[in-house]
């Protein structure tokens, strides 16, 4: 009797599935045993997998297995598992103590990342902890060399730049790489001993461009093992890959995990008879490949046991039904949901991010939503909530009977839909009692009770179905995205439904999603354990590129894959698998020359490759780009050595069909149909064939599959099930009725109308062209009501939330009665489009907005809206982004009302005509647009964005009928108005403002002109004025902002204040009113000039807004805008710098605030493409506030000009200090500095500046600190006046009204797992 063993050790639960080879089932297939135990329970058994094992030993033969005893292996044949270890150590920071080793100047390079922040509407800014303890800095520097043939990046006549090299070496893509400096290894030495003295023995060597020249990180690490630490991870050997950051982060994952996990590995094995020296015993690693113990490192684990469902599904699902070509992984546990796609192949990701670290490994494309069994339910303001706030194992729902939160469970419990006699006897105090149904119930009355004091009334069980109904909708929205957003028809899938929770919600989810078939494993509840029974045993290798892929280089490119094929084939051998067991396959990562987003493209041959990539990027962006060169960033080879450790079925022949005779009959909740008498099966007495027709409940030993009404279940051969979910009349249409607001629908509207957004936001980003918008991600897509009014948008750019709104009620006015436009009045079939800030609602002249008006019954009822940064629009100079300009017509074409697309004519000329208009302006050095190929091909795609919106919302009218769909875009606005009436009620009361009272603030720029602002509250209405009355005129330069611009500022701080997950809409203004004085700074004449005005002004009216409320500390008050280019080049980017403290919180440092949250290039992405050198990026120690609460640091970034370069700089803060408040102390004001080689002096260039930088200058730009909040303890001397303590209570009382706000929200839990496309995507658009 021999056993093979497929083992998924969850953070809860360890699942065992094992085949027992001499023993067989009734169908002759091996014995299959399946069992489930709880993975830390010390008091009975010291390792959960090892436990599963011993059992399932000691039962099948009969034989006594001692616990105190090593297992006998003799009768093991195999052993696979996957493991949570590492995702729970990443996710609660229990890994090894490591160190960092970084090229010098690059200390704090992994805690400024990208710059960007999580949420855009938390001041308090969070970032997960480090994960090493001490850096050291090696004192070296590898360059690329310019080269001397001409090029964009070397530029037209190349120069000699060799002064200073050491040597000249070829990298491992066959590049040249100048070594400026080796590494000092006696000095590293030193530095290396202090951190082994410490106790840690784990360090991560990231040096810069070590991908493409590993030899000085191979010098450290020769280096580090002769001292004696134990763990080296080399970022050129975890990951071979270009990207300092990404390589970084994984490197510093692999030393922080690795260790963790060979300690598992160890204790694990010791408890068998030899060590499981002569069992083979393989680990799941996140590619949906194993891997021996030797070969299983720490940042390849992160997925270990989602990876092995992912594999279960597709394997299984496919061999049941092969018409199942397509298929939706749906895996609902108790703390989320992970849901994944499988379409003939594994869908890998290169780069995601878990617990706030990037690892760049292949991973399978796998996301997660918080929304599980745990889940807990919340009505707030007027709507139903569900989650990312999760009861746990412990305390747990309330029918767990251990004073726990109302949870998802709970809502199946009261529907009926989870029967308590079918459930183990474990919950209570004393673990002997089943779920407590009344405890359940008891808890939903309480919400029923609140529900019915606003809204019509409900019972509670409409009340738990609306919970259910909101989860769903949640669980959705990434299936949507899975499909929908990437050009698939979500109808063609099946849904593969898995893990402890995922049947009580299949036939719901699969009906709202339009979806005909379900599918259910007959080990469902354990499907992860049997995927990696049936998983492939893998060996991957990469490397690096810098070919185009072309006839020329074909054969050093396969060359190169050869030698990778060897090694792979070589490695597989050495693990017993024969040639003929071994399949291969080849890719290469390809891009178009001058973007930034690759696609890992499978390649037989060359002609194939550049097929299948132009397939792959057709299929992904909706389009080619012709005449561009094809660059392999990366060659790869992924080998497999097939031989799964367990038997698979056959597909199943056709089945006789019989209606069974259920167990029992139960009362259940159905929508629409309410409580239904409900069949109830056990699935073990169930046989092939039988049907079970919904309203049911089919009972497994681990899960509850719920069966809804014109639903069909078939049993399969092994006792697996097929649903089929038939069409039902959903629709909700009111017709002529009256429409009240129901907060169950509230809920769902609110992520239906998200998903338009959303939606919308990937296809503008799939069908665009540029930089700028497809790969930067600045641009922002909306819906609103037909009266120009913000319904919602995608939480994209904070400073696009208002303008848009006002944009779209301009061209409202424009076209209406008594407007210049009444003689063309809007039509179906128009597009329009406007960028003008001060006339037509821009922010400035770069960000070009799209328009298209939505008829019904000759009436506009709605409008979508899509806003895009152009990356040139004529002006001045390149980029639209001149740092001295005066006037409007200098930054470029301004247009107040365009219609793009007339009648459905996309009118190109017309266009052309007005981008190119500023040339013929006569202002000496006007020209228009400079990229005019793509602004065209960036507004089709704004126009293809709008379309998919349009049709979306058509969708949901189809489903509602348009006066519901109306009406809840009403309701959902007044339900954030609510929220800041309710804020701004529970502020005034606070701060014992009288009944109408008054806050103020004040602030300047740079050049003296002041921001003044007073805020009017009336408590009792909650409603404030906003009152810019004092405010200093309009300015010469371009630091005007237009008044959109303050309305976005406006509705950022009042989202940001209300510290809840409420949707962002046009109600947020409904109780504000805004005054600002005309020809001010922020009211200028229609010519004033304003690119400043919208990346530093915005700022600043924010710290003015923020500081009027007490809410936080004026951040770094900057974007520091920096551009440097020729006539052939041109690069932009704006910088991080310190945040400012809040009540309850230090400022986070190096981070984006506030109106922007763009990412910054990879230093080594910067280098490749651009003749620069980036000597440091860091931290500014001390340049934070001090105070109760400290202001973030700020960053000093220095770079290195390798050519003549034209640099220009438009900062703020360089004369003024972010100033403390409440008694905080200011935080430090930025500089910048040109530093000459040739004159050997360091030149201050002010806040704004374009100069002529030659070969060798650099420039050194230290952006400002946050400001401090409340007192610092050095300031005792002052604690006895008057003023003082009225400061400290005010201070308090903020603190406190935080706290309030919070509400809830303070007990978030982070997801467990936040991989994948749809995640990273979304991570993208909050962080664009």
């Avoid at 065992?16 to 080879?21: I, N």
């Avoid at 922007?1156 to 230093?1163: A, F, G, K, S």
């Amino acid at each position: 009797m021999k056993f093979r063993f497929s083992i998924d050790r969850g953070g809860t639960f360890t699942d065992v599935y094992a085949e027992v080879t001499q023993a067989a089932d009734p169908d002759g297939s091996p014995k299959k045993r399946v069992l489930k135990l709880l993975s830390v329970d010390p008091s009975n058994y010291p390792d959960a997998p090892r436990e599963g094992i011993r059992r399932i030993l000691e039962q099948e033969t009969g034989i006594p297995h001692p616990r105190d005893v090593p297992l006998d292996t003799s009768r093991i044949e195999s052993i696979r598992m996957g493991t949570t270890v590492a995702t729970n150590a990443l996710l609660e920071r229990q890994g090894e103590r490591a160190a960092l080793v970084v090229t010098k100047g690059f200390r704090d390079l992994l805690q400024i990342a990208n710059q960007s922040r999580p949420d855009i509407f938390d001041l308090e800014i969070r970032k997960p902890d480090l994960l090493y303890e001490e850096v050291v800095e090696v004192d070296e520097e590898v360059i690329l060399p310019l080269g001397k043939t001409p090029s964009r990046r070397a530029g037209d006549n190349p120069q000699d730049d060799e002064e200073g090299w050491e040597k000249v070496v070829k990298a491992v893509t066959g590049e040249d790489v100048a070594v400026r400096k080796s590494p000092d290894l006696d000095a590293l030495r030193l530095e290396l001993q202090k951190v082994l003295e410490s106790g840690i023995k784990s360090i991560a060597v990231v040096l810069k461009h070590s991908a493409l020249f590993p030899e000085h990180e191979k010098m450290v690490g020769a280096l580090a093992s002769d001292m004696g630490f134990e763990q080296i991870s080399l970022s050129s050997e975890v990951m071979q890959m270009v990207k300092m950051v990404p390589r970084g982060f994984t490197a510093a994952a692999d030393a922080y995990l690795t260790p963790h996990i060979l300690r598992y590995v160890e204790t694990f094995s010791s408890g068998f008879d030899s060590g499981l020296k002569h069992v083979p015993v393989y680990f799941m690693q996140s590619d949906g490949g194993l891997t021996d113990v030797g070969s299983f490192s720490g940042h390849k684990a992160i997925l270990s046991g989602p990876a092995g469902g992912y594999v279960g599904y597709a394997i299984t699902t496919e061999s049941y039904d092969p018409s199942s070509s397509q298929i939706i992984g749906f895996d609902m546990g108790g703390t989320s949901t992970d849901v994944s796609r499988y379409a003939g192949e594994y869908e890998h990701v290169f780069e995601s991010t878990t617990a706030g670290v990037t690892i760049q490994a292949p991973q399978l494309d796998i996301n997660t939503v918080a929304a599980g069994g745990g889940s807990r339910l919340f009505y707030e303001s007027g709507i139903f909530r569900v989650g990312p706030e999760s009861a746990g194992a412990h305390p747990g729902p309330v029918c767990y009977r251990k004073n726990g939160h109302l949870a998802i469970t709970d809502a199946n419990v009261v529907l009926g839909r989870v029967l308590p006699e079918y459930f183990p006897h474990i919950f209570g105090p004393h673990e002997n009692e089943p779920l407590d149904v009344q405890g359940a119930l008891q808890k939903m009355s309480e919400i029923q009770e609140q529900v019915n004091k606003h809204a019509a009334e409900k019972s509670v069980e409409d009340v738990a179905m609306g919970f259910i109904r909101v989860a769903n909708e949640a669980m959705c929205r990434p299936i949507r995205a899975l499909t929908q957003m990437r050009g698939y028809d979500i109808t063609k899938h099946t849904l593969a439904c898995f893990g402890g929770a995922g049947g009580q919600h299949a036939c719901a989810i699969a009906r709202n999603l339009g979806m005909k078939k379900i599918f259910v494993h007959k080990y469902s509840g354990v499907l992860s354990a049997v995927g990696i029974g049936l998983a492939d045993v893998v060996s991957e290798s990469q490397e690096p590129s810098a070919q185009y892929l072309c006839p020329e280089t074909l054969d050093s490119l396969n060359s190169r894959l050869d030698v990778l094929e060897a090694n792979c084939r070589g490695e597989l051998r050495g693990k017993g698998f024969g040639d003929g067991d071994i399949k291969v396959q080849r890719f290469m990562n390809l891009r178009y020359d001058g973007t930034d987003v690759p696609i890992m493209t499978a390649c037989e041959s060359h002609d194939s490759c550049e097929e299948e990539f132009k397939r792959c990027y057709e299929r992904e962006f909706g389009f080619l780009i012709s005449g561009r060169k094809i660059v392999v960033d990366d060659v790869r080879v992924r080998a497999v050595g097939q031989h799964g450790a367990l038997s698979q079925q056959e597909m199943p022949s056709d089945l006789n069909t019989s209606n069974p005779k259920p167990v029992k009959y139960t009362k259940a909740f159905f929508e629409p149909l309410g409580v239904q008498d409900t069949a109830v099966f056990v699935l073990n007495d169930l046989t092939a064939g039988d049907t079970i027709d919904g309203p049911a409940i089919v009972i497994d030993d681990i899960s509850t599959i719920v069966v809804e009404p014109s639903c069909r279940a078939i049993i399969m051969k092994d006792g697996s099930m097929m649903i089929h979910v038939e069409e039902v009349d959903t629709s909700n249409a009111a017709g002529d009725q009256e429409v009240t607001c129901d907060p169950i629908q509230l809920a769902v509207f609110s992520h239906r109308f998200m998903s338009i957004a959303e939606q919308m936001g990937r296809v503008l980003q799939r069908t665009s062209i540029s930089v700028n918008i497809k790969e930067r991600l600045d641009f922002s897509c909306a819906l609103f009501d037909s009266q120009g009014n913000l319904v919602s948008n995608a939480p994209h750019l904070p400073v696009h939330l208002g303008a848009m709104s006002e944009a779209v009620k301009y061209q409202i006015k424009h076209y209406s009665a008594g407007g210049a436009g009444e003689s063309h009045p809007l039509a179906p079939g128009d597009v329009l489009i406007s960028n003008h800030p001060q006339l037509a609602g821009g922010s400035h002249l770069p960000d070009i907005t799209v328009m298209t008006p939505v008829f019904e019954q000759g009436k506009v009822v709605f409008f979508v809206a899509s806003r895009g940064h152009h990356a040139d629009i004529g002006g001045i100079s390149p980029g639209s982004m001149p740092p001295n300009s005066h006037s409007l017509a200098e930054e470029g074409a301004a247009i107040v009302s365009f219609k793009l697309v007339r009648g459905g004519q996309f009118d190109e000329q017309g266009l052309e005509e007005l981008l190119k208009l500023p040339g013929k302006s006569g202002i000496p050095g006007v020209v228009g647009t400079r990229n005019l190929e793509d602004n065209i091909s960036d507004l089709r795609a704004q126009v293809a964005a709008n379309n998919c919106g349009i049709k979306l919302v058509k969708d949901l009218i189809e489903e509602y009928s348009l006066s519901v769909v109306q009406s809840y875009m009403e309701f959902i606005q007044s339900n954030a108005e609510q929220a800041v009436r309710n804020m701004l009620s529970m502020f005034s009361e606070k701060m014992n403002l009288p009944e109408i009272g008054q806050v103020h603030a004040e602030d300047q720029m740079d050049d003296g002109t002041r921001i003044c602002l007073a805020v009017t509250i009336n408590r009792k209405e909650g409603t404030a004025i906003f009152d810019f009355t004092g405010t200093g005129p309009q300015v010469f330069g371009n630091t005007n902002a237009p008044p959109a611009v303050v309305q976005s500022a406006i509705i950022y701080i009042l989202r940001a204040m209300i510290q809840k997950d409420i949707p962002l809409n046009h109600g947020c203004l409904a109780p504000v009113k805004v005054i600002i004085p005309p020809k001010s700074i922020l009211n200028p004449s229609a010519d004033a000039a304003v690119v400043g005005g919208n990346v530093l002004t915005s700022q600043r009216v924010t710290d003015v807004a923020l500081s009027a409320f007490n809410a936080a500390a004026p951040s770094q008050g900057c974007m520091n805008n920096l551009t440097f280019g020729d006539s052939n080049m041109g690069y932009y980017e704006t910088i991080a710098g310190g945040a400012g403290a809040g009540p309850g919180w230090h400022g986070q440092s190096g981070v984006h605030t506030h109106m922007t949250n763009t990412r910054i290039t990879d230093t080594e992405i910067l280098e490749r493409r651009y003749p620069v050198v980036v000597k440091s990026f860091t931290l500014r120690p001390g340049s934070g506030g001090d105070g109760r609460w400290k202001g973030g640091d700020g960053v000093v970034r220095e770079l290195e000009f390798l050519r003549p370069m034209t640099v220009s700089i438009l900062s703020e803060r360089r004369a003024t200090a972010p100033p403390g408040l409440l008694g905080g102390l200011d935080g430090a004001r930025g500089y910048n500095v040109w530093i000459k080689k040739k004159e050997g002096v360091e030149v201050n260039l002010g806040g704004k500046a374009s100069v002529h930088m030659q070969a060798g200058d650099r420039l050194k730009l230290a952006s400002p600190g946050g400001a401090g909040y409340g007192p610092p303890a050095s300031k005792d001397a002052f604690s006895i006046s008057e003023e003082f303590n009225s400061i400290l209570k005010c201070v308090d009382n903020m603190y406190s009204l935080r706290q309030k706000n919070k509400g809830a929200a303070s007990s978030n839990t982070q997801q467990p797992k936040d991989g994948g496309r749809v995640n990273e995507y979304i991570r993208q658009q909050h962080t664009a």
